[in-house]
């Protein structure tokens, strides 16, 4: 059945979004809005939440820039993960890839499954690379082809053909999974930045040594240790031991406390917290360990598949899928042609004998 | 940081693979590479020999990670071309390392000092964010030298006797990427981990972090844009010199550029 004039569109749509034109576009544009937003300082949620800090924080920036701070400021250029110079760039960027992941997804999957459907178009126009003297069974090609099956880790799957054998020769099928991580991790990275964006919090709390709060209590605190950082021990109600820093948390019940200021007044030690609140970073560090995974699985496991006709007159073809095509494709067609010469002791065109 | 003798040696490594390059004396190519290992072996003594002085690992500045990136990027040099049986690169990667040498034995006294680590860099996290970067920048910048190869060729095919064969050149390459971009990723996330530990958030738009993240992202174009006829094939070598140029930019140009800027950048280098 033909498509609607409406899916044809989406189609069309979707294939522009997802090409890689558009995607460099888009990344382009990306990359020159934070190289730009590097030139400019930035305002943290850490500074930003602090009145002292925020006030030092807009003097000096207002001394360096003066009357076009506010212009700047407008822009965005101080607070470059909010604003829409970043967002719209990337939000373009995320359409594209989700575009690709419409567009690519399902050829991609079927790929990582193994249910992929031959490309009979591709291998009927693909050059003959020998001729079989003898008609050979797809057990007994297989059989043939072990010893280069085995040194080039390829796995075989035979499928039926209408017309004489047909195999699909697979390395590192299971690295396909990478490519979909690869893609559709960055996404769920961005919702995690955008929910720690949102509504991540951050919240006072005050400790003191006379144990003034009943769930937490500062047992003691050392300002000159020997390696010059302050530490701290403190008590949970429960009874639990917690170890801070200025540089290493300490997490209770599902908080996270980092170390803000300490002092001392009539031989009571105080120490100020900041209680830090992040819905997003769960999402984000999953993601993150996602992409990294995907990356490594496609670009240290570099999957491949040929497909390896024989045809009932004994026609020996041979395409790389073209989920695989890269610059140096052809290089490694031509030489799996002459492996496979070589291991059915055949020689190139039709001249060849079994 | 690094005595001139050992930089003079990679001047004259440099000079033989250029020799080896134009006549084709496979003698040459072995003391270009010989003088290479030697001074690795030299720069990996003075990196032990801070780390026994200064009692903590020695990559707590920017002197120590550069001698590092410099043993680094001479070991996978040598590596490479022992691999491929092919010299012919090895004049086209020495001049980077060459760069880090004499920036190194022209930095001076006070930069090179050993001191003691800061509370903040105590952390088995920033070790491994710290080496993984090191690892991608040193695969990296091998692939920005093999794409300087490929921009100089004059033709694309074999015609050029002092280069290295085209599609192998171009094949390396494309692996050189494919093994440094992960780790790039991988290194950037630990930072970002640790520094969600140590400055309490775990991106804070730092220039350092931005540059990295430009760097990460603009690998992409090389990695997607293989695909491309042969004509078209030098656009991906130039990506990837400029990817190479985005590294040094981001470990040398960055913490300069912060500073003139007084952006006051959180990473120490």
Known sequence: MAPRPDQRVITRLGRVLGHPTYLSVSLSLLIVVMAVSSLFPQLTPETAGDAYHLAVWLGRVELRYGASTETLADLGLFRIGRSPLFWVPLALLIIGLLAWALHRLAATWRLARGSRRPPIESLLRAPLIARLGEPLGTDALISRLAPLLRRER????????????????DRHRWANWGTILCHLAPILLLVGALLTAMYSRLEPLELSSDGARPDLRLASIDM???????????????????????????????RRLHWGESWQIEGVHYLALTVHHDPGWPLFLSAAVALCLGLFLRLYWRPSTYWLRVGSDGTLRLVLDDAFRHS???????????????????VPGDEGKG | MIPWPLAIALI??????????????RPLAWMACGLCWIVVLAALLLMVARGIESGHWPLGTRQEFMLAYLILLLLATCMLAARWREHRATSWILPIALGLAVSLALSPEEASAVRPLPPALRSPLLQAHVLTILLADTLLTVAGGLALVQIVRPAPGDGCPWLPPDDETETRMARLVSLGVPWLAVGILLGAIWARDAWGSYWSWDPKETWALITLLWYQMPLHLRVLPRRRRRRVAWLVLVGMLLVLFTLVGVPQVAGALSLGSLHGY
């Open chain 2, 12 to 25: 004259a490594a440099w000079l033989m693979s250029i020799v080896h390059a134009a006549t084709r004396r």
């Open chain 1, 224 to 254: 000159a240790a020997d390696d010059g950082a302050p530490s701290a021990v403190l008590q949970t109600a429960r009874g639990d031991i917690l170890h801070i820093d200025p540089y290493h948390p300490a997490r209770t019940e599902g």
């Open chain 1, 154 to 169: 390829l796995r075989t799957d035979s499928l039926d053909g209408s017309d004489g054998t047909l195999l699909r020769l």
């Open chain 1, 328 to 346: 140096h494709h052809q290089a490694d067609l031509e030489r799996m042609s002459a492996e496979l010469r070589a291991v059915l002791s055949l």
